[in-house]
């Protein structure tokens, strides 16, 4: 028994009394409750995904061009970044808008998904669905790196369900 009237076995329960302990006793359970994942809706998580995946130079590219040609935005805001060639055929396909609905009811096209094949470093081949209503189109770009470091498109292609541009609309 301690001059204080408590016995050592009392101060051993209550983790007490060793050298260098001033606190509580140890937990000696080894359960711990598991964190938890703070909570996201479902539409704040997809708009989360989206955003990330628009920050890939192939999903950028993938909208604008599909904004082009569908209508939804002129051909001059690619200027800066489309090489002269792609701007050239862009000027060519945009006024008949190859990627505009079918039907007026059906929905505005998006990018369904988009892919990429890298054959060397500074070029970047994509390809991307496009889904409007029940049509789905496929649409192929070529992206180069430019010296300024910036992504440039430098080929576009609708695949053969496009009519020759030689044939007047």
């Known amino acids: 028994m301690r001059e204080t009237g408590v016995s050592d076995e009392s101060l051993r329960r209550r983790g007490g009394g060793g050298a260098g302990r001033s606190g509580p006793p140890g937990r000696r359970d080894t359960r711990r409750p598991r964190p938890t994942a703070p909570a996201v809706s479902r539409t704040a998580a997809a708009a989360a995904q989206r955003r990330e995946r ?9 909208n604008q061009l599909l904004l082009t040609l569908s209508g939804q935005r002129p ?14 055929l862009l000027v ?3 006024p008949r808008a190859p990627l505009r609905p079918a039907d ?9 998904r988009c892919g990429e094949y890298r054959p060397r470093h500074g070029v970047i081949e994509a390809f991307a669905r496009i ?3 029940e049509r789905l189109s496929a649409l192929a770009f070529r992206l180069e790196l430019g010296a300024d470091a910036r992504w440039r498109c430098a080929a576009v292609d609708l695949g053969p369900a496009l009519p020759s541009l030689a044939t007047p609309v």
Not at 54 to 62: D, G, I, S, T, V
Not at 78 to 85: I, K, Q, W, Y
């Open 54 to 62: 628009e920050r890939l130079p192939r999903y950028w590219f993938a």
């Open 104 to 112: 007026s009811r059906a929905t505005a096209p998006v990018v369904q």
């Open 131 to 133: 889904a409007s209503g």
């Open 75 to 88: 051909v001059h805001t690619l200027l800066g970044h489309t090489l002269p060639a792609a701007y050239d």
């Open 92 to 94: 060519e396909l945009a």
